[in-house]
């Protein structure tokens, strides 16, 4: 048996999810978070990354359902809302993806503040589902608020790398 398999703090376990993820394995990093969640049901982290490492598994209905258990303990977490609103898209299900993302955006208080990358996934989720009025430009237009196209802005420092759509500052702002 690995060290994993001893008892550890829901913490621990959390980390050691985070480690595994990173090295590809994500059965043992899923395994890991919902060991987390039998020793802390109200664990929010290790519900956000469990739904994440679901998520770039496939399983996305699963993932859905693990994402509104992590927004029913922080529901003004606005990270939560935009990966709930990418598993609904890779679901098909563009209109939940769509309501998720207005969330996700207004969660962020001011919207010309909000991540470039909520304005981004709504724009492209509206003109997917053929939405083509003016309101679609204005969320590419505030998908680049922080820096001229070609430019870095703070958000791209909250991604681990691992997943392309996801919001991976759920490893670092669970409080």
């Known amino acids: 048996k690995s060290s994993v398999a ?10 050691m999810a985070s480690i595994l993820h990173q ?5 043992e990093a899923i395994e890991c978070c919902k060991r987390a969640l039998a020793e802390d049901p109200e664990y929010f982290g290790a519900y956000a990354q469990l739904a994440i490492l679901q998520q770039q598994n ?3 209905l699963e993932a859905i359902e693990t994402y509104k258990a992590a927004i029913k303990l922080k529901p003004d977490y606005s990270a939560a809302y935009f990966n709930l609103g990418t598993a609904h898209e890779n679901a098909g299900d563009l209109g939940s993806a769509i309501e998720q993302y207005q969330t996700a955006i207004s969660l962020e208080g001011d919207p010309g503040r ?6 981004s996934k709504l724009a492209s989720a509206l003109v997917e589902a053929g939405h083509l009025e003016r309101e679609v430009s204005l969320h590419f ?6 820096r001229p196209l ?5 958000h791209d420092f909250h991604s681990l790398g691992v997943a392309r759509e996801l919001d991976a500052s759920f490893f670092f702002n669970v409080a």
């Open 114 to 119: 909000a991540n470039p990358r909520f304005h």
């Open 58 to 60: 496939g399983d996305i």
């Open 150 to 154: 070609g430019e870095r802005c703070k």
């Open 6 to 15: 001893l008892r550890s703090s829901p913490n621990t376990l959390l980390n």
């Open 23 to 27: 090295k590809g394995k994500f059965k």
């Open 141 to 146: 237009d505030d998908s680049r608020h922080c």
